[in-house]
């Protein structure tokens, strides 16, 4: 879903203004309203079965099962296969970097997508697939390599090349994942049924990190699988590409999206509305159960009832488009993206090395030492327990994405955003300054404050924006 400079003509207005232009909202426009005919000349989908959304959220539980799985072994596996230390930054370090370059494109070609399967899927699919390539060659590399190379250093650098290729192609995939999952809510449910779905996701990215880390501290090689595989982290990949091919069949049946079809850039059609309001754009015309969409402006046609709407080119996003609309976006979505962005900075952070913290500070093993060794051993088992924390974190998210239900009527949307960042900052402090085992588990908790924050306060507080500009669009 692309963002432009267009997108942020209006900042949204206090609540005395909102409820004001309610009051001198005509009759005739609150119907207009009621028949869900927005500004933009788009059709507002209506209410969604909640069997549905949850077939729509289960992606979100197989994408944080596999993310758990990344959190929980990609720095020991790095370690294993000998990267050298001043590396180690650099894996974290590519992957931000193409998201941030290739975006804001592969985000505009999907708004313009023509696909008959719809405009988010194609790019859903695709990343999962993505997602499932990486993992397999950072869970794997070293297996692979060892079956073509028998040269120990050479082994050594190809091991290292492929598991960091993986690395940064399931990182990329996964964090870039989820914006045309986002998208594909939106487009595709009312405004009622955006919040119960943002609720979902937070739900189901609570109870799949809880089930990836818990299949993480459990010890596989003394499996049955585990003696029939070569490694254990060949067990983890069976169960974690098993769950996420499951959970995305079934968010791609989910919800049918609506294709667009272009016919030409100067083609017209008629919109009916209530009355001959003058829209700023329009996106999509539903007809026969297809949506013919271009970049539109409305305007008033002669004959009350009806709008001739005459259609011009739709911009791209590009990297310089972008950066020109962060720069000139209203302050309080300017606000929300810079706090969004250290939010999500200090949570990575915090979980792609906690179990490595668990490990060598809290237990006090050593990931280089001689894998027979007692502080390689006790590396692991701290690991392990690092694990068990990550679940707890994954479990208390989804409880809280309930409790945040209770709270929103006392201290709203804001409340529950800086709750959300103190109660993390507080958490984190006291782990580094009290590395025990106990409290460190029982502090994990609010580590999933801050996990269901991130994941659902700020895409509330755009949908309410929006909502607001809607509101006062039809109003006036």
């Given at each position: 879903?692309?963002?432009?400079?267009?997108?942020?003509?209006?900042v949204?207005?206090?609540?005395?203004?909102?409820?004001?232009?309610?009051?001198?909202c005509?009759?005739?426009?609150?119907e207009?309203?009621?028949?869900?005919?927005?500004?933009?000349?788009?059709?507002?989908?209506?209410?969604?079965?909640?069997?549905?959304?949850?077939?729509?959220?289960?992606?979100?539980?197989?994408?944080?099962?596999?993310?758990?799985?990344?959190?929980?072994?990609?720095?020991?596996?790095?370690l294993?296969?000998?990267?050298?230390?001043?590396?180690?930054?650099?894996v974290?370090?590519?992957?931000?970097?193409?998201?941030?370059?290739?975006?804001?494109?592969?985000?505009s070609?999907?708004?313009?997508?023509?696909?008959?399967?719809?405009?988010?899927?194609?790019?859903?699919?695709?990343?999962?697939?993505?997602?499932?390539?990486?993992?397999?060659?950072?869970?794997?590399?070293?297996?692979?390599?060892?079956?073509?190379?028998d040269?120990?250093?050479k082994?050594?650098?190809?091991?290292?090349?492929?598991?960091?290729?993986?690395?940064?192609?399931?990182?990329?995939?996964?964090?870039?994942?989820?914006?045309?999952?986002?998208?594909?809510?939106?487009?595709?449910?009312?405004?009622?049924?955006?919040?119960?779905?943002?609720?979902?996701?937070a739900?189901f990215?609570?109870?799949?990190?809880?089930?990836?880390?818990?299949?993480?501290?459990?010890?596989?090689?003394?499996?049955?699988?585990?003696?029939?595989?070569?490694?254990?982290?060949?067990?983890?990949?069976l169960?974690?590409?098993?769950?996420?091919?499951?959970?995305?069949?079934?968010?791609?049946?989910?919800?049918?999206?609506v294709?667009?079809?272009?016919?030409?850039?100067?083609?017209?059609?008629?919109?009916?509305?209530?009355?001959?309001?003058?829209?700023?754009?329009?996106?999509?015309?539903?007809?026969?159960?297809?949506?013919?969409?271009?970049?539109?402006?409305?305007?008033?046609?002669?004959?009350?009832?009806?709008?001739?709407?005459?259609?011009?080119?739709?911009?791209?996003?590009?990297?310089?488009?972008?950066?020109?609309?962060?720069?000139?976006?209203?302050s309080?979505?300017?606000?929300?993206?810079?706090?969004?962005?250290?939010?999500?900075?200090?949570?990575?952070?915090?979980?792609?090395?906690?179990t490595?913290?668990?490990?060598?500070?809290?237990?006090?093993?050593?990931?280089?030492?001689?894998?027979?060794?007692?502080l390689?051993?006790?590396?692991?088992?701290?690991?392990?327990?690092?694990c068990?924390?990550?679940?707890?974190?994954?479990?208390?998210?989804s409880?809280?994405?309930?409790?945040?239900?209770?709270?929103?009527?006392?201290?709203?949307?804001?409340?529950?955003?800086?709750?959300?960042?103190?109660?993390?900052?507080?958490?984190?402090?006291?782990?580094?300054?009290f590395?025990?085992?106990?409290?460190?588990?029982?502090?994990?908790?609010?580590?999933?404050?801050?996990?269901?924050?991130?994941?659902t306060?700020?895409?509330h507080?755009?949908?309410?924006?929006?909502?607001?500009e809607?509101?006062?669009?039809?109003?006036?």
């Amino acid at each position: 879903m692309t963002l432009t400079k267009e997108s942020f003509h209006r900042v949204p207005p206090p609540a005395s203004e909102v409820a004001k232009a309610d009051m001198d909202c005509t009759g005739e426009k609150e119907e207009a309203l009621g028949q869900s005919v927005l500004r933009t000349g788009a059709v507002v989908p209506g209410k969604r079965a909640v069997g549905r959304l949850v077939m729509h959220s289960m992606v979100m539980f197989g994408r944080e099962f596999c993310y758990a799985v990344e959190a929980a072994f990609v720095t020991p596996v790095l370690l294993s296969v000998g990267l050298p230390k001043n590396l180690y930054s650099l894996v974290w370090l590519i992957s931000p970097i193409l998201g941030f370059v290739l975006q804001p494109v592969v985000g505009s070609a999907s708004d313009h997508c023509t696909c008959s399967w719809g405009r988010r899927r194609p790019y859903i699919l695709g990343l999962g697939i993505i997602m499932l390539v990486g993992m397999a060659l950072y869970l794997n590399g070293d297996v692979m390599i060892s079956a073509f190379i028998d040269e120990n250093e050479k082994r050594r650098t190809w091991a290292i090349v492929i598991t960091m290729l993986g690395v940064v192609l399931f990182d990329f995939a996964a964090d870039f994942i989820d914006c045309p999952i986002k998208a594909y809510l939106f487009d595709v449910c009312c405004h009622q049924d955006k919040e119960k779905g943002l609720h979902y996701h937070a739900l189901f990215t609570g109870l799949g990190g809880a089930l990836g880390y818990l299949t993480g501290a459990m010890d596989w090689g003394q499996t049955v699988l585990g003696y029939s595989l070569a490694s254990e982290f060949q067990v983890i990949f069976l169960f974690a590409a098993l769950v996420f091919i499951i959970c995305l069949t079934m968010h791609l049946c989910s919800i049918p999206e609506v294709p667009l079809r272009y016919k030409n850039e100067e083609a017209k059609f008629l919109l009916e509305v209530t009355e001959p309001h003058k829209y700023n754009s329009t996106e999509e015309e539903i007809k026969n159960g297809y949506l013919k969409s271009t970049c539109t402006e409305i305007k008033a046609a002669a004959k009350p009832g009806k709008c001739t709407v005459v259609s011009q080119d739709q911009r791209q996003m590009t990297l310089k488009s972008l950066l020109k609309t962060l720069l000139s976006m209203p302050s309080h979505y300017r606000c929300l993206c810079v706090s969004h962005l250290f939010g999500w900075m200090a949570f990575l952070s915090n979980m792609l090395f906690f179990t490595d913290f668990m490990g060598q500070v809290v237990y006090q093993g050593n990931p280089y030492a001689p894998h027979n060794s007692t502080l390689y051993l006790t590396y692991k088992a701290g690991v392990e327990m690092g694990c068990w924390g990550l679940c707890i974190n994954a479990i208390s998210s989804s409880v809280y994405s309930y409790v945040q239900k209770v709270l929103l009527p006392y201290i709203g949307l804001k409340g529950l955003y800086f709750i959300g960042y103190l109660l993390f900052g507080l958490g984190t402090g006291l782990i580094g300054l009290f590395p025990n085992v106990y409290s460190t588990l029982a502090l994990c908790s609010l580590f999933g404050v801050m996990s269901s924050t991130l994941y659902t306060v700020p895409f509330h507080l755009i949908a309410e924006y929006h909502r607001e500009e809607e509101f006062l669009s039809v109003c006036h």
